[in-house]
């Protein structure tokens, strides 16, 4: 299988190409990645050498770039670029129109022109708003968008089933709860928070820290990933959830006890605009038709992140130095 993988440099696109390619060895991997700010192409150096493995410096919305790597042939695309950052999408809501909605539905025609076999589009349950104090979301829950950033993912959703509904194509979307992990960049919470725990710098938490996500461990979701892409059903919406609930709060304790660290760093500030109160997701779907399972729990898989970081300092301070970019220059003229 030739498969093609867009925001490969990114935090999910990167653990997925390395999980692919130690589960599938056989498989070739385009990684396509225009690479913004949160694109890391240090995330990916153990592979850059292998002839498994491609790197295409490419904007999905610039279809003369994609174009000529899907006339050779694709078999299969797992859609994960995206601008994802909710705080950035309040400010400059427009681009996340144009890369998530628009670049999907280009990544979209070139699939359907080039018979492009599978098509994945990893989505996000931020698309089903909030949920009150009890309930979990399923594939059936409505989609009702409470920020720029989860409208313009529920529009590419929208444009997904729509090809798959109007060309036959076959397509799959998957929506997960919030993933950590490493190589998660660190305007997220908790590569934030352990970042600032390290250093002794006070911990931001938005307004009573009483948000509640459902937490995944970045692996359990790239083999969910796997398995909707080999075995989904055409035209299926699966969820993908730890059933790791827990509130802001409660997940920087477990950072700041991990590390030995005081709860006086905890500094609480203003909430963030449309902050969603709640997301718990159900994944019986995907645990009965496709026999998913979750291997870390919340415990062992914040333990395992903790390590990581603290065991790849040099990768957290070439983000700080900017080191990280100019490598990723480096890497942009030639392709990788």
Partial sequence: MRLMVTGGAGFIGSNLIHYMMKKHPE????????????????????????DRYTFLHGDIRDRAKLEPI????????????????????????????QTNVVGTQILLDLARQYNVSRFVH????????????????????????NSPYSASKAGSDLMVRAYGETFGMHVNITRCSNNYGPYQFPEKLIPLMIQHAMQDLPLPVYGDGLNVRDWLYVEDHCC??????????????YNVGGRNERNNLQVVRTILDELGKPDSLIQFVEDRLG???????DADKLRSTLGWEPKHDYESGIRETIRWYLSNPEWLASIKSGEYRRYNQSHEQDGG
Avoid at 122 to 145: I, M
């Fill in 27 to 50: 498989y070739e991997l385009v990684n396509v990645d225009v690479l913004t700010y949160a694109g890391n192409l240090h995330n990916l150096k153990s592979v850059e050498g292998d």
């Fill in 70 to 97: 899907c006339r050779e042939g694709v078999d299969a695309i797992v859609h994960l670029a995206a601008e994802s950052h909710v705080d950035r999408s309040i400010e400059e809501p427009d681009i996340f129109v």
């Fill in 122 to 145: 990893v989505s996000t349950d931020e698309v089903y708003g909030t949920l009150g104090s009890t309930g979990l979301f399923t594939e059936n829950t409505p989609l009702a968008p």
């Fill in 224 to 237: 969910a990933i796997d398995l909707v892409l080999h075995g989904g059903a055409k035209g299926e919406v």
């Fill in 275 to 281: 902050h969603d109160r709640r997301y718990a997701i």
